[in-house]
């Protein structure tokens, strides 16, 4: 009975027939469509995000807290793919004599940073002129004082004698605003942009010059440990990314116990690309989900069309005998019959 109630369906209301499989496959295709593009481009989104990140995480070493183990806990951290230390030190003043003229500029810092800095990290130095490790001056810094390489600078380590040192090279930093900005600092003070005046040297001769100064003034100075994370873990998704870096950065400074605070810049740029996920989804939905809605009732309304005719048909069946569950399964087997030339269409 099944099979001669689907022949007949396909011989004498084939149009009817395709023509619901289509509207149901335009609808299906429409929503499948939608989800695919915006899976896809809330991935991108936070690709781009992670991509435009200078640094993950600035853990700032906080007052008392021994800077070495802020840094081998942070590294030890699951997740976390390179951690090296970087110190700060707040200088009163630079001041340089270069074609017989003496400049002076207003207070910076002085940064030590390992080694291999730039190497592991090798965004978030941009090299102007010279060369690429030793004393390293910002090129606002060079541009205030009139020096370029080979020149000689004087720096204010009150009460400490200045010190001089001989520019190696002229760099300028990608991020300076978070980069050169203290962690965790927040009400008036936020806002300001960063110093003009920097100086970058191996972390060893900082040590040398300015360990002093650290014993005499410990205020002037600081310590971060830069961290990079594996991307790899976090989701695709900017708002799962965005839970995950908040969740990690959490813990960090939970398993820190206080001696370090996280500057969390990475969960900063997902949290921009969050805003961006959840505006392209509601526009994609307002632009897609009436053409789904248009098909749908474009499908009810074929399938609508031969209601007359299929109570007609069912009545006949019940004249000759035929009992609910037969008709339910007559509707079944339609149902199947629209689903597998719906398969078809998408297939094709």
């Known amino acids: ?37 915006l899976s896809g481009s809330t991935a991108a989104m936070t690709q781009r995000a992670l991509a435009r990140v200078p640094l993950d995480w600035q853990v700032e070493a906080q007052a008392g807290a021994n800077p070495v183990r802020v840094r081998s806990a942070v590294a030890r951290f699951p997740g976390v793919r390179s951690a090296l230390l970087v110190d700060y030190v707040r200088a009163g003043g630079f001041s340089a004599r270069a074609n017989g003229v003496e400049r002076a500029a207003s207070s910076g810092l002085v940064l ?11 965004g978030e130095l941009r090299q102007f002129i010279g060369a690429r490790n030793g004393v390293l001056l910002a090129q606002q810094t060079a541009a205030n004082l009139g020096v370029t390489v080979g020149d000689t600078i004087s720096v204010d380590r009150a009460p400490l004698r ?8 002229v760099i300028d930093f990608t991020a300076p605003q978070q980069l050169l900005g203290p962690v965790g600092v927040t009400g008036p003070a936020a806002p300001r942009p960063p110093p003009d ?3 970058v040297l191996p972390a060893a001769r900082w040590h040398r010059l300015f360990d002093g100064l650290a014993r005499a003034r410990p205020a002037l100075v600081r310590h971060q440990v830069h961290a990079e ?3 790899a873990t976090l989701p695709r998704d900017p708002a799962g990314a965005f839970a995950a870096a908040q969740g ?6 939970t398993r820190l116990a206080g001696s370090g605070i996280v500057g969390n810049n990475l969960s900063a740029a997902l949290d921009t690309a969050r805003g961006d996920s959840l505006y392209a989804r509601v526009a994609f939905l307002f632009l897609g989900l009436p053409g789904a809605l248009l098909a749908a009732l474009l499908t009810i309304t074929v399938a609508g069309a031969g209601a007359d005719n299929r109570r007609r048909e069912q009545a006949l069946l019940r004249a000759r005998g035929a009992t609910v569950a037969s008709l339910t399964r007559l509707a079944v087997a339609e ?14």
């Open 229 to 231: 994370l594996t991307h």
């Open 248 to 253: 990690l950065a959490k813990n960090l400074e």
């Open 197 to 199: 005046n920097v100086v």
């Open 335 to 348: 149902a199947t019959l629209v689903a597998y030339q719906t398969v078809l269409g998408d297939g094709r």
């Open 162 to 169: 200045p010190v001089r040192l001989r520019v190696d090279g």
């Open 112 to 122: 030590g940073i390992p080694l291999n800095y730039r190497r592991v990290y090798p």
């Open 1 to 37: 009975m099944v099979v001669s109630w689907l022949t007949g369906l396909v011989l004498h209301r084939r149009g009817r027939v395709l023509a619901t499989a289509a509207g149901i496959a335009i609808a299906v295709s429409l929503i499948a469509a939608i989800g695919s593009f």
